[in-house]
T-cell receptor
């Protein structure tokens, strides 16, 4: 089955700095890689995702890159703000479209702390 | 964006009682929903995969008779914790897969406390 490793487990940055979270996966059949942000006491919220036919995707201060050959993908947050503080989870899955089985495998999470 | 409603957000019950948690996809159809359990400062632990109109598939170690899952429609799945005990206290989260796009969206979670 799929195995997703996520690093670092904790990331502390100063407001305005960039933050990078990295994940690796093992199953070359995985084709969908979402990232989730979870604030304390709430459910995870999808913030960005990337599919295997794309190498990079950007949405304002958030970007995700994917290297299929090396089987790793990363989340980049620029100009961090205190409200970015949360736990971030990466995930990998196959069968993204239609009736695919799609059981996502999650990383262990990264606790991002942005100091004002 | 797509919305998944999970209810109740918090529930406190006495040991031995049963608790039902609902998960609804509000603006999309979800053939497949997932139920997770999350311990403090830990990742999401998949409990079961719920498929509309069929029996749920449980992960190893999860008691299907204790955690009853029903997915009777394309927009609703329920998790019933039967004969709850204090060790069942946890944060339970559902997610729903958009049948058209395949994207996965989470509910807000339900904090269960068993006294």
């Amino acid at each position: 089955g799929e195995n997703v490793e996520q690093h670092p487990s904790t990331l502390s940055v100063q407001e305005g700095d960039s933050a990078v979270i990295k994940c690796t996966y093992s199953d070359s059949a995985s084709n969908y890689f979402p990232w989730y942000k979870q604030e304390l006491g709430k459910g995870p919220q999808l913030i960005i995702d990337i599919r295997s036919n794309v190498g990079e995707k950007k949405d304002q201060r958030i970007a995700v890159t994917l290297n299929k050959t090396a089987k790793h993908f990363s989340l980049h947050i620029t100009e961090t703000q205190p409200e970015d503080s949360a736990v971030y989870f990466c995930a990998a899955s196959s069968g993204i479209s239609g009736g695919g089985s799609y059981i996502p495998t999650f990383g262990r999470g990264t606790s991002l702390i942005v100091h004002p | 964006g797509a919305v998944v409603s999970q209810h109740p957000s918090r529930v406190i019950c006495k040991s031995g009682t049963s608790v039902k948690i609902e998960c609804r996809s509000l603006d999309f159809q979800a053939t497949t929903m997932f139920w997770y359990r999350q311990f403090p400062k830990k990742s999401l632990m998949l409990m079961a995969t719920s498929n509309e109109g069929s029996k749920a598939t449980y992960e190893q170690g999860v008691e299907k008779d204790k955690f009853l899952i029903n997915h009777a429609s394309l927009t609703l799945s329920t998790l019933t914790v039967t004969s709850a005990h204090p060790e069942d206290s946890s944060f339970y989260i559902c997610s729903a897969k958009d049948s058209n796009t395949g994207e996965l969206f989470f509910g807000e979670g339900s904090r269960l406390t068993v006294l």
